[in-house]
Structures are given as structure tokens and as C-alpha cells.
């Protein structure tokens, strides 16, 4: 017998362990099932578990339970990142708390500090295994990843080294402007940036005296008056008929300080006539709209462009006037200096994104640094056999317009497209020493690296020397001079992404095959039986936050890698959110919710009902303690219906073990609950299987939450006492396990371990439960549905009204067909309801004074509360009630209805009125249908 109360704690690492130990988890790659593959996106390696790694676990879980029940060669990999930028700068500030080392690189070096993030991070991933154990996540641990793993590493270099080699090469050594982080001092993509709204300055001033133009002077607009001192041009816009008669032209520029330009005035159809003067600087050094300008004009003038801010976010100490200073400190100076000259026109205040690093939190500048590229524009890739190359963005569009990749929810498709179609070249090269090292090696004899700061100081032209080797270079020499020994590998580390975008391939590759030195990458493909077997993966769940920081990047990487896409759908959460909708964070603790602090109070499984029900993809959700404990509830219910289910067991003599899987007794045999109930649940086998094919994830929850609180416990067992026939009670609840299982797997498997019968296995090995056809009979279904709409219609007017629980009243139920049925169960009316008299009618009654009705699908229910409540007092207090309703809702919609407000507040803050509003207005509804039914 099941103890009285479901313990979670003492349940789900006991649980665990049966099935890791089952071997439940393991796929197997010479099956002849048809596969079905997750790849696990791999939290971060100094992480700790949170709401956002919870709920993809759950999702994950789910996708893969429900696939291994239905058959399928379920394989789920999971893994770990190293997370290069982030790793590195959690363990610096770790080394510099706790052993008070300023600069932890310049003091161990680059081999002591990797070799003490290494040994960090993996007391880290212990850890991070631990957690994912404790949601439940069925994944298959005996091929658990790294992405720094040896034979991952391989696959990074032979992919690096096969674009740099590709004709025309799709990897490239350039010097061009990029995004710097001053503060983690590398740089980022262009997806790991954030854009912050803040309150900035917009100074107008002159820039050519009107002596020089020859008519009134030109005066340029722009927030970063600094970078002036790095112009080579004014730009205007081609029909902007106020600057004509300049373009062309050169002058000199004197700005204070006492430095001086040369600048060229120059048309182009990218400036906005409307924005500040219609006339813009051109900085080519501090800017990629700049540079990208600069590049289309400069053969009209042979001005070099040069570097006015460092590294360190200082000016270079070559600029006359402000060498040393910071970016803020000079742009003080340079206006005031303005100021003083009589030059500037007017300072306005104006709100402008500013780009925050993802990582750092701190401002990007856009500096000319020589870094490694992919170019994605290039035509060189010939996809599945197509007669014309293409560019990797051409390929990164096509998977998608052609649905061999499906995006769910469909809309961030358009989403996906406004990102690709404007896709840049991507810088895969970072400076920092955690990570994959670029794979490139020059010789010392015959090359000098280049130091690109020096040469930007200067402004002199830039060139840099091609790497004598690209791959591994234990096999190679230098192809110039011979000399083996004196090769030096390139300094930078790779971008994070570029492993991370290989992860649903390189992690299906034989690490033993990966040690052979003599295979190729194709050699490594088509020997690797998991590869072979598991490419593509089914799908991919991620948050939509990442759509373009990860999932573009493994389209892009996969199938020019491979020939193949990595996925053939993407599942996209959203993100968790207090009570009140704000963005969770972990700079603001009291916004949190800990998942592992969670566990111990309600259980994994309570857990992650809490985040999947009600939660449609895509979309942001709220999850906040008193949810979590509902869904508690929702497990206690189930096991005290089956703790019931088997005292009857236990009552009738017979045990559960001994009640086969097969349940031959004929409807014909069977109470109408029981065929109701029977045929109920196939309809419900029906929903739920369609629904997690299609990924409905929330709407199946929903179903299987109603059918077991409402139906099974409080409707069938509630209303079927007396009518005892525990082999279709068990049949039913063995059904309702397996659907549940996938969602809530511990109790499941603990409630399957007393009510499986003789011989049964785990439950998480069992086969999916299919519509058994014969069991289907809508006539005993749709009437012991009526009896339960109609007995929960009665407690709910009793509720509404206030009708005192020990008062008894008639009530009245008009039927549009002439049954019987309901007056055969009217004991259990007088019992669940408080009825003292039903009257079961074919005919509406006459409507009277303080009569109540509630109408449903086949039948009216009517109370009369004349003399049972105070009819006039409910009355005033509903007038109220509505009085005080109509009044919130007025100032929510004069709120809505603010542009100002509109436009200011946060996306979260705006859905949160929209809710209060839509929530307000159903309330005013139906408090405006009581007042009707009290007229």
C-alpha cells in the first residue's frame, strides 16, 4: 500500500538511479528504429542550474520520454560549454578575490592560468550534472560532451582549417572595425551586443567656417564629438541640395587642441537629410557604417584614416591636445574648446541606444582591429547538389524558406530573416586564452608578427603576414624555410560560437576515430556511427534569445560542414517572469526563483508542471511560488486517487499485480461511469499523442490536468462509489500514468512500481498507450459528462451567491432530451451539491425573483435564492464590486492609451496592463451577468 503522502525528497535521487542504472537513458546506434535526437544546449560550464536551463530541461525531457515510449531510438546528449569570455573573467575575478592578484594573467602566464580555469571548471560541470539529474532529465550520460573535448577540438580545427582552404576562402585574416569590449578587453559579435535606451547630448557645431564654403557655414550634429578628431570626410546626402556645390571638395580642419584633418566632402544615400544638418562625419576608424562608407569613396582621396581611442577606451597619446585622456574626459574638453571658439551651435538632449556588451555589461566601441573572419557573402558552397554555389547566408536563408527547418512558433521566422539578410562577415577571433586557439601558425624565422596598435597609432597602411599553416601542425613544416620547431600558433581563441555551432554534429563523432591523425573530415563523418545514425538531431529547444546567437550559427556551421542541417525543428521558450512580469535576474535576487531550492520544498516533477502548463512557445510567462505549490496539489491529488483506487484493490481482495495489462471485460458488461470513463480516456489518448507530435506542449498539460483533477478524481471516483470495478479504475489509472509520465516522471514511476501488473518493467521503458477503438461510446460518455457539468454548475452559483455550505436548496435542471439519467444519480447531488430537491425538466421554468441560472452545453441549471441569501445585499455588494472595477479599468485604459507611455515603458510592463485589463474586463463581465440574473 502507498504511504499516505507522496514524498518527493525521499522519491525522485532513488528513482534516478533505477533508471540510469536500467540503462534506459543509452540509445543504440546500430538500431533499425527510426531516431529521434536532441542535443542538450550546454549550460555553461562555471554555471549553476537556473529557471532558464529548468525549463529546457523539462521541455527536453518531455520531447524525449514521450519519443522513447512511442518507439523511437530516443537519444538525448547532453554536455557542457566552456564558455570562453565568460569563463575566463569569472575565474580572474576569483584569483583576484582570493589571492589578491591584481593581474592574474601577467602573473602566471597563459599554460598556468588555462590550466587553472580547467581545473575549475571541472569541479564545475560535477556540479552542473548533479542539477540536471535533479529535474529528471532522462539524457544519456555515457555520451555526455564537452566543447573542449579532444575530439570536439578536432572538428573545430578541421572545419577552420577546410574554410580557410576553401576556394574562394571563407575564412580570411583581416584588419577591419569591430566591436571591443574595453572592459573583458576582446571582441564581440555583433549578437552579443545589447542596445540600452539612455539620455544622451546631441551637439551641433561648425565644422567649416562659411569662409571656406562660400556661403553660410556647414554645421555638423552627433553625440560623439571625440571621434571628430579621426574624421576623413563629410557626408551628405546625394539630393540634398543645401551642401551641392561642396562635394567633392577638400579642406582643412583646425579643431581645438590644435590638431588638424583633411576632409573630403562626399555624397552617399545612406545619410538621413533629416537627421541633426543632413551632414554627418565620417570616422572610419569608430565606426562600421563609417568604414563600410569610407571603402565606397576612397579612391577620391588617399586620406588614411586613423585610431583615435585605444584599447583601454582612452585617446591614442599621438592626438594633440588629448592624448591620454578618457573618452568622457576628451569629449568635455573638445565641446569646451568648441565652446570657446564660438563654434558650438546648440546642445539637445535626446534618448539613443547604447550598445552594452552581453558579456560585460559595459559600453562597445567599434575600433580597427586585425582579426580572423567568415565571410558569409562569398558563393562558394554547392548545396545538395544545387548546379549554382551559394554563400553560407544564401544557405542559412534557403533551409529555412524551404521548411526543411521549422521554426516554432512560426512567427520568428520573419524575425530570423530581418537578422540573416543583413548579416555581416563574423568575427570569429577573440583575445583571451580560455578556449579553442585559432589553428594558424607562423614561422618565427620567416615572419614578424604584426602588432596592429602600433601601426594604427601611426596611420600607416596595414599589412600582415598569412600564416604558414593552418591544421595541425605536429605534421607540418614551414613551406618557406623548411624549419619545423620554430612555428608559433596564433595567439587569439576563437569565438565561442564557432565550437558551439558544430555541437549537434561534433558530438556524434568517435573520440577514437578522432585521434587518428590521417582521417579527413569526411573520413570522420561517415565512419562515426552516431553521426551516421543521429544527423540530423529533431529538434532543438532554446530560449528565443539565442535564436541568432546560437541556432543561426549551428545552421550556418552544419551544413557547410556536413551537407546536412543540424535540426529539423526549433522549439523556442520564452523567458520566466515574476508575478508582476518583470525579466528575472540574477543582479536582482528577490526576482528569483532557485530551481534547486524549489526541489527539496515541492519536488521536480511540481516543478516542472509549473513551467510547462500555461507556457506557449515563444512567448514570455509568468512563474512565481504559489504555482509551484499548486501544481504540488495537483501531484498529492493524483496520489491520493491512487492510494484510493488501491484500498478498493485491497477491500475486493485482489491484488493490483494480479489485474493483467489486457482488459477484455465487454462495454456491454460495464456501469455507464465505467464506460463513460473508458471511452473518455481514449479520447484523451487521442489528444495528448496528437498534441506532443505537434509540441502542444501546454495545451496537453492542460488536458491531462483537467481529465485527472476534474473527471478521474473529482467527477468518476467521486460519482461511480458504489458501482466498484476496480479493474477498469486500474486499467484507467495505469493509462493516466503513462500519459502523465513525460511530465512528471518520479511519481509516475513510483505510482507504476504498485499498480504495474506482474512481469511490467519501469515505466519510463514502457510502450505509449494507442486508441483502443472498441471502447470508444459517446452515448454513456456525454452523459455522465452532463452529471458532472451539472453538479460543478450548482457548487459554483452556490459559490458566487454565497449560499451558506450547510444550507440545502432545490434546484431545477431543464434537460433538452427526456433522460432518466440524472435522476438515477440524484443521491450523489444531495451529497456533492447540498440539494435537498432536483427537479429534472423538458421544459424551461418560468423565470422568478431570485432565481439563478448557469447554462450549459444540453442542459440549464436554475437555483431559486429567494430567502436563502440576502438578495438586496448581494446586489449592493455587486454594484460595488462593479463601481470600483469600472474605475481601475478606466485608469488602465487611459494608461494603454498614453503615447508617452507606450513608447517608454518596457515591453513586460506594457503585457502586464494588457493583462490587467483583459483579466479587469472578464471580471466586470461576469459580474455584469449576476446583476442580470438579480434584476
Not at 529548468?54 to 523511437?72: S, Y
Not at 618565427?444 to 596592429?452: M, S, T, Y
Not at 551544413?559 to 526549433?570: D, E, N, S
Not at 493483467?660 to 489528444?687: G, H, I
Amino acid at each position: 500500500m502507498l504511504p499516505k503522502a507522496y514524498d518527493p525528497k525521499g522519491t525522485e535521487d532513488r528513482i534516478y538511479v533505477l533508471w540510469e542504472e536500467s540503462g534506459a537513458f543509452m540509445a543504440d546506434a546500430q538500431s533499425k528504429k527510426e531516431p529521434f535526437v536532441i542535443s542538450m544546449p550546454p549550460p555553461n560550464a562555471t554555471g549553476q542550474l537556473h529557471l532558464g536551463h529548468a525549463v529546457m530541461l523539462a521541455l527536453e525531457d518531455i520531447f524525449i520520454r514521450f519519443a522513447r515510449m512511442q518507439g523511437k531510438e530516443a537519444l538525448w546528449l547532453p554536455g557542457t560549454d566552456h564558455a570562453a569570455i565568460a569563463t575566463e573573467s569569472v575565474v580572474i575575478k576569483k584569483i583576484q578575490k582570493e589571492e589578491k592578484i591584481k593581474d592574474p594573467r601577467a602573473h602566471y602566464g597563459r599554460e598556468k592560468l588555462v590550466q587553472k580555469i580547467a581545473e575549475f571548471v571541472e569541479q564545475s560541470r560535477a556540479t552542473i550534472r548533479s542539477q540536471v539529474r535533479k529535474m529528471g532529465a532522462s539524457c544519456d550520460w555515457s555520451r555526455e560532451r564537452y566543447t573542449l573535448d579532444a575530439s570536439l577540438n578536432r572538428c573545430v580545427n578541421e572545419v577552420f582549417k577546410k574554410m580557410y582552404e576553401e576556394d574562394p576562402k571563407l575564412i580570411y585574416r583581416g584588419f577591419r572595425v569591430v566591436n571591443w569590449d574595453t572592459a573583458l578587453q576582446t571582441t564581440i559579435s555583433d549578437d552579443e551586443i545589447e542596445h540600452e535606451e539612455h539620455e544622451a547630448v546631441l551637439y551641433t557645431f561648425e565644422y567649416l567656417s562659411s569662409r571656406q564654403t562660400g556661403g553660410e557655414p556647414l554645421y555638423v550634429a552627433t553625440s560623439r564629438p571625440e571621434t571628430k578628431l579621426g574624421d576623413v570626410a563629410i557626408a551628405v546626402h546625394p539630393s540634398d541640395e543645401r551642401y551641392q556645390h561642396l562635394v567633392g571638395k577638400k579642406f582643412p580642419v583646425r579643431w581645438p587642441g590644435g590638431r588638424t584633418i583633411s576632409i573630403t566632402v562626399i555624397a552617399d544615400s545612406v545619410v538621413d537629410p533629416s537627421f541633426g544638418t543632413g551632414a554627418v562625419g565620417v570616422t572610419p576608424f569608430h565606426s562600421k557604417i563609417d568604414e563600410a562608407l569610407w571603402n565606397r569613396h576612397k579612391s577620391i582621396d588617399s586620406t588614411e584614416p586613423i585610431q583615435v581611442i585605444t584599447e583601454n577606451g582612452k585617446i591614442f597619446h599621438t592626438i594633440e591636445g588629448y592624448g591620454g585622456m578618457t573618452v568622457p574626459e576628451c569629449r568635455e574638453a573638445f565641446v569646451e574648446g568648441l565652446r570657446k571658439e564660438g563654434r558650438l551651435l546648440k546642445e539637445e538632449k535626446y534618448m539613443q541606444p547604447l550598445s552594452i556588451s552581453y558579456r560585460s555589461k559595459k559600453p562597445v566601441e567599434e575600433l580597427p582591429k586585425l582579426q580572423w573572419f567568415i565571410d558569409v557573402n562569398k558563393e562558394a558552397i554547392v548545396w545538395r547538389g544545387g548546379k549554382k554555389k551559394m554563400s553560407l547566408k544564401q544557405i542559412m536563408q534557403e533551409v529555412i524558406r524551404s521548411h526543411d527547418i521549422s521554426i516554432i512558433p512560426g512567427r520568428f521566422e520573419k524575425t530570423y530573416f530581418q537578422w540573416i539578410d543583413h548579416l555581416q562577415d563574423w568575427c570569429i577571433s577573440r583575445q583571451i586564452w580560455w578556449g579553442h586557439r585559432v589553428p594558424a601558425w607562423y614561422c618565427k624565422k620567416c615572419n614578424k608578427i604584426f602588432q596592429a596598435t602600433d601601426a594604427t597609432a601611426r596611420g600607416v597602411s596595414l599589412k600582415h603576414p598569412v600564416p604558414d599553416y593552418v591544421g595541425i601542425p605536429e605534421l607540418k613544416k614551414c613551406q618557406n624555410c623548411g624549419e619545423k620547431n620554430d612555428l608559433e600558433q596564433d595567439s587569439d581563441t576563437l569565438d565561442t560560437w564557432f565550437s558551439s555551432g558544430l555541437w549537434t554534429w561534433s558530438t556524434l563523432i568517435d573520440p577514437a576515430l578522432a585521434e587518428d591523425t590521417s582521417l579527413s573530415l569526411q573520413d570522420l563523418l561517415k565512419k562515426s556511427p552516431d553521426f551516421q545514425k543521429f544527423l540530423p538531431t529533431s529538434v532543438m529547444e532554446t530560449g528565443y534569445d539565442i535564436l541568432f546567437f546560437w541556432v543561426a550559427r549551428m545552421i550556418l556551421m552544419t551544413t557547410y560542414a556536413t551537407g546536412q542541417i543540424p535540426f529539423k525543428h526549433v522549439y523556442l521558450h520564452g523567458l520566466v517572469r515574476t508575478r508582476d512580469g518583470k525579466k528575472m535576474s540574477k543582479s536582482d535576487p528577490s526576482t528569483c526563483i532557485d530551481p534547486l531550492e524549489i526541489i527539496p520544498k515541492y519536488g521536480a516533477d511540481a516543478l516542472r508542471l509549473s513551467m510547462i502548463v500555461g507556457q506557449s512557445p515563444g512567448n514570455d510567462f509568468r512563474l512565481y511560488e504559489e504555482k509551484i505549490a499548486g501544481y504540488r496539489n495537483f501531484i498529492n491529488k493524483l496520489w491520493n486517487a491512487s492510494r484510493f483506487v488501491l484500498m478498493q484493490c485491497e477491500k475486493a481482495e485482489i491484488s493490483p499485480k494480479a489485474i493483467p495489462a489486457e482488459f477484455s471485460t465487454p462495454n456491454s458488461q460495464l456501469s455507464t461511469p465505467d464506460r463513460a470513463l473508458l471511452s473518455s480516456l481514449q479520447r484523451l489518448v487521442e489528444n495528448v499523442t496528437e498534441g506532443l507530435k505537434a509540441y502542444r506542449l501546454s495545451e496537453v498539460g492542460e488536458q491531462l490536468y483537467s481529465f485527472v483533477w476534474d473527471f478521474f478524481c473529482n467527477g468518476y471516483l467521486e460519482l461511480s462509489k458504489g458501482e466498484v470495478d476496480v479493474s477498469v479504475r486500474l486499467k484507467a489509472l495505469r493509462t493516466i500514468v503513462h500519459l502523465l509520465h513525460p511530465y512528471c516522471p518520479f511519481v509516475t514511476e513510483e505510482l507504476w512500481s504498485q499498480i504495474a501488473p506482474e512481469g511490467a518493467g519501469l515505466l519510463i521503458k514502457e510502450p505509449w498507450p494507442v486508441v483502443e477503438e472498441d471502447r470508444i461510446d459517446l452515448v454513456p460518455e456525454k452523459k455522465f459528462e452532463l452529471l458532472i457539468n451539472v453538479i460543478s454548475a450548482i457548487q459554483s452559483l452556490r459559490m458566487e451567491y454565497g449560499v451558506p455550505s450547510k444550507t440545502k436548496i432545490p434546484a431545477i435542471v431543464h434537460v433538452a432530451e427526456s433522460d432518466s439519467f440524472l435522476l438515477a444519480y440524484s443521491q450523489h447531488f444531495l451529497r456533492l451539491a447540498n440539494i435537498d430537491h432536483l427537479e429534472v425538466v423538458p421544459k424551461a421554468p418560468a423565470h422568478k425573483h431570485g432565481m439563478v441560472s448557469m447554462f450549459l452545453k444540453g442542459a440549464d441549471v436554475h437555483l431559486s435564492l429567494e430567502g436563502v441569501v440576502d438578495l438586496a445585499k448581494v446586489k449592493q455588494n455587486l454594484e460595488v464590486e462593479r463601481a470600483q472595477l469600472e474605475k481601475f479599468l478606466s485608469g488602465v485604459r487611459a494608461k494603454l492609451s498614453n503615447e508617452q507611455f507606450m513608447e517608454r515603458a518596457k515591453p513586460e510592463v506594457v503585457e502586464t496592463e494588457k493583462q490587467k485589463l483583459a483579466d479587469g474586463e472578464a471580471k466586470l463581465a461576469k459580474i455584469e451577468e449576476r446583476l442580470r440574473a438579480l434584476a
